[in-house]
């Protein structure tokens, strides 16, 4: 699972093999089982993980019980509660397992060390969390885009595997609309 | 105005006089007056400015012709279309000014020769990017909250000034209400 990783560093920053050995002792190979959670709503999220095999979703519940889906994850994305990892505060989302899922984590403390001892993983780092801004910043607009349809295009965009592992279900809650919409638009 | 931006630099990493002086020919001071516009729909959008003075707003136009606040920014915010700015695609949201404003502002190309040549502007940025993302996930987080009096608290704690500088049309544009709901939730 370690070489996921690898490539997923180098299509960004060469690493030869003697530096990656080193870099991949900042992480921590972990687990999880379909339902399993890696973060819940008001405890820690003392991780960043990075997918090695399956897919996670992260979700916020509102006020009046309704859960909206954040962001999908499965191999060679990063999750988090990134509020929550980088202020230490506790997480306002939860992110469970859709599929048996493998990770590679790491904590805060681990990310600073390896960014100040790895030059590469600073530069590594700071341009992951610009796509990250990226994605995110899509994801505003997405929500506020008036038209179903423009959503449903823009998803489908951003995750290639969507329809083949991800439930009609799930899509709808992702984008805010029925599942009979969803169908509408997905037979259109 | 480049001393805003220095101890904007200090708050997050040690530089001193000598370095921010090179540091700071990296970027160039522009103004632009009320009403003007920095980055514009469908056109490149080249720079990611630093306010020194002034408030600024990005915004998105739905299919339906109606438009969506992203966010505000004034003195300390950077501010950009982070998409079109990092991938050279045009722009898919306007930049306007709501006051007289001055920014500093930065290439694509001169920040990645900032950061490859100032370890501690790597560092910044890696931080600056990651305190964009946080504020992105919040504005998500936001977006996604079925209550107008949350959305309502939030955005107050996000920009303190905010009842002072910014009109009570484009607060309501920006929460997704209208006036009368934003009248209903500031009075309570």
New interface residues.
């Given amino acids: 699972m370690n070489e996921l990783l690898k490539n997923h560093i180098r299509k960004i920053t060469p690493v030869n093999d003697d530096e990656f050995d080193a870099i991949s002792t900042y992480f921590t190979a972990q687990r999880f089982k379909k339902h399993q959670f890696l973060v819940q709503t008001g405890k820690p999220a003392p991780y960043e993980f990075f997918v090695t095999k399956g897919l996670l979703k992260s979700e ?1 519940t ?3 019980g ?1 859960t ?1 889906i ?1 962001q999908f994850a499965y191999e060679e994305w990063w999750i988090s ?3 929550a990892f ?2 230490g505060e506790p997480a ?2 939860d992110i469970d397992c859709l599929e048996n899922t493998e990770v590679l984590s790491i904590t805060y403390d681990a990310k600073e060390r390896l ?1 100040a001892n790895f ?1 590469c993983m ?2 590594f ?2 341009k992951k ?6 994605a ?6 997405m ?5 179903a349809a ?1 959503r449903y295009e823009q998803l489908i965009h951003q995750y290639p595997q969507m329809h083949a592992r991800i439930s009609k279900k799930l899509i709808a809650a992702c984008l ?1 609309i029925t599942r009979e919409t969803l169908s509408r638009l997905s037979n259109s």
Same sequence: chains 1, 2.
Avoid: P, T, W
Wanted: with cysteine; net charge positive.
């Fill in positions: 916020v509102d006020s009046s309704k909206h954040l509660d990134m509020q980088n202020s306002s989302l960014c030059r600073e530069y780092f700071r969390s610009n796509a990250g801004n990226i995110l910043q899509k994801r505003v607009l929500l506020m885009q008036a038209s423009e805010g």
